[in-house]
């Protein structure tokens, strides 16, 4: 891994792409620093203190929700309205040949999810402002709250904005750095406020030890389930057109155990987020026993943190993963599964095998999310969040982004190749 950062400095193309993701990753982390006018910091921060939900929350913006700064909302509502134009796109056929258009039609697709990022974001601004004036956060009048919906709605574009800069012109997976970045700024700080309360014994060092065997578990555990695979052996037959003699090598299909990756945890944690939003509207017990439901340490939450990481890793697995495609591309080129004919038993091989493995994945990935946040609980750890959601955002962007440098290295490599070539000829001069 180092050496392939390494190399990457080497090459000015892919030096400019990191340099410049890492600039739109120092705006990011400013934002986060720039209060919303109008907001009470220190009333702000102590509906922190307790913990709980907003914690929780404040983990995926990056501290951005405690000081509730131009980016409070963070990627939440660009993650809800994709989660609503691709469940969409299975049941629209409109949708569903947009997709199928090339780049036309994700370019179109890509502008019906930035108009829904608007809708959800309003929607939870103004939850945010309702239920903040009612905390005495801010001044209340119609114009007090018209300024903070604005401003919120407008940070959260900003930040979409930010992750497509570094989609387009970095090293990919913009949204996901942005969370990723976000999870990672407040290490600094929790490792500075743990070291401080075992110092003066408000932390037992036995307790803290055990954490960080956890961490290092939850780690490996995240590490195994993203880059763990089952390879299906693929033979192509060998075809002769003219003189030459095409074909006859052996290869595999790679199915990820984790094909979604870090997607049914971000998706399944941002559908859980957006009740509680909807219910900052109103006041009264029912409001409130909504929000106390759908906490995070309730065991309703638990239930359908873990139902939605099964179903959310089925559905995007089924988007980015179709064993017909595959299939008929390799009955194109004459490849077959051995002891599998050609075709449709090869798609409905590749798909029993797919969700069988899937199965196991998402089983897997969300006892991974609940185990560390019920340990932390039981032990009573408030100074830092070592649960598997954030481990396997952290691990999970980590791993993409050094496969995404050494997918770029190897692409620039061959582009040197082929351009000594026709410098010399034709002939390869080492």
């Known amino acids: 891994m180092l050496d392939s950062f390494r190399d990457a400095f080497k090459l000015p193309d892919l030096k400019r792409r990191i340099l410049f993701t890492i600039g739109v990753l120092f705006v990011f982390r400013l934002g986060a620093h720039i209060p919303t006018p109008g907001i009470d910091a220190a009333a702000m921060a102590g509906l922190f203190q307790e913990g709980g939900m907003l914690s929780f929350f404040d983990l995926f913006a990056g501290g951005a929700l405690r000081r509730f700064s131009v980016f409070a909302l963070g990627v939440a509502p660009y993650i809800n309205a994709s989660i609503v134009i691709q469940l969409l796109t299975v049941v629209i056929p409109a949708l569903e040949r947009l997709q199928k258009e090339g780049e036309e039609g994700r370019r179109k697709i890509t502008q019906y999810t930035r108009v829904s990022t608007i809708f959800f974001a309003a929607v939870q601004a103004a939850g945010m402002a309702f239920w903040l004036r009612g905390l005495g956060v801010f001044p209340s009048g119609a114009l007090n709250m018209g300024v903070v919906v604005i401003t919120l709605v407008a940070g959260c574009m900003t930040v979409m904005w930010l992750g497509e800069m570094i989609s387009d012109h970095g090293i990919g997976n913009g949204i996901s750095l942005l969370i990723f970045a976000g999870i990672v700024a407040r290490l600094p700080e929790a490792v500075i406020r743990t070291w401080s309360m075992l110092g003066s014994g408000e932390m037992n060092a036995l307790t803290l030890l055990v954490a960080l065997v956890i961490i290092v578990l939850v780690v490996a555990s995240c590490i195994v ?206």
């Open 225 to 430: 389930l993203q880059e763990g695979q089952r390879r299906l052996p693929v033979q192509y037959a060998k075809r002769v057109v003219g003189n030459r003699v095409y074909g006859g090598q052996s290869t595999f299909i790679p199915l990820r155990v984790n094909q979604a990756g870090v997607i049914p945890i971000i998706f399944a944690s941002s559908v859980l987020l957006f009740p509680s939003t909807i219910a900052r509207f109103f006041s009264g017990e029912a409001a409130m026993f909504i929000q106390r439901l759908l906490s995070p340490n309730s065991a309703l939450y638990m239930v359908l943190y873990v139902a939605l990481i099964v179903f959310f890793t089925y559905f995007y697995t089924a988007v980015v993963f179709n064993p017909a495609d595959v299939a008929n591309n390799m009955k194109k080129y004459g490849g077959f599964i051995l002891g599998i004919r050609p075709g449709r038993p090869t798609a409905e091989y590749i798909e029993k095998v797919l969700s069988r493995i899937t199965l196991g994945g998402a089983i897997f990935l969300a006892a991974i999310a609940l185990i560390p946040t019920l340990m932390t609980s039981l032990m009573g750890i408030t100074t830092f969040y070592f649960g598997g959601t954030a481990v396997l955002i952290v691990v999970g962007v980590a791993l993409d982004t050094v496969h995404q440098i050494e997918a770029q290295l190897l692409i620039r490599h061959y582009e040197g190749i082929l351009k000594r070539r026709e410098r010399t000829g034709g002939l390869l001069r080492l």
